[in-house]
């Protein structure tokens, strides 16, 4: 990992808390650095995701994100991912990680508006030569639901084993449940 991507969630979350220290009705003067970070965004990305301690001091000052800072994700899409890798091992397939983080590319480009849907379905745009999958644009209800459902204790028949990965993304109102599996 390269030092700027090291560099942009601390200057992120000094920046909160800085912003933090004065009263929420008060305008606050970003620090240079914090003006630039949107400007330093990894490539193909039009936002970014900070530590969860800089949310919690957002929330805990009521400091309001600004629009390049990823909203964070409810507490059931990390659920989502445990679960949904827990049922798919017990079907047989393997974790891998660069399956996770095509997923992880799948699932953050249905929160940036890219993919087109069919119900509630849809496929990611990149890696489709290598395999496939299916992107779930959940609301946070359905996603509860789908946790519940990938929860039941109930036998599950074992198919050919594939490496997969699975993600989610949260725009603010959906969560995107992304899983890739390789050819």
Do not use: C
């Not at 969860?52 to 957002?58: G, I, R």
């Not at 974790?95 to 849809?122: S, Y």
Request: charged share 15%; glycine share 8%.
């Amino acid at each position: 990992m390269n030092i700027s991507r090291r560099i942009l969630p601390v200057t992120a979350a000094l920046a909160l808390t800085m912003g933090g220290l004065v009263p929420a009705q008060a305008q606050v003067q970003l620090p240079p650095q914090a003006q630039e970070l949107s400007s330093q965004l990894p490539a193909g990305s039009s936002q970014i995701e900070l530590p969860a301690q800089a949310y919690d001091l957002a929330k805990q000052f009521n400091i309001q994100l600004p629009p390049f800072i990823k909203q964070p994700a409810p507490e059931v899409a990390h659920q989502l991912v445990g679960a949904t890798n827990a049922h798919l091992r017990k079907q047989g397939h393997v974790e891998d990680g660069n399956a996770r983080n095509i997923a992880q590319e799948w699932a953050d480009q249905g929160a940036a508006g890219t993919l087109t849907f069919h119900g509630n379905a849809g496929d990611g745009r990149t890696h489709l030569n290598e395999g496939s999958g299916n992107v779930y644009r959940l609301s946070i209800q359905e996603a509860q639901d789908r946790l519940n459902w990938l929860n039941r204790d109930v036998p599950v028949t074992p198919g050919p084993s594939k490496h997969f990965g699975v993600a989610t993304s949260f725009d603010g109102t959906n969560v995107y449940v992304a899983e890739y599996f390789f050819n």
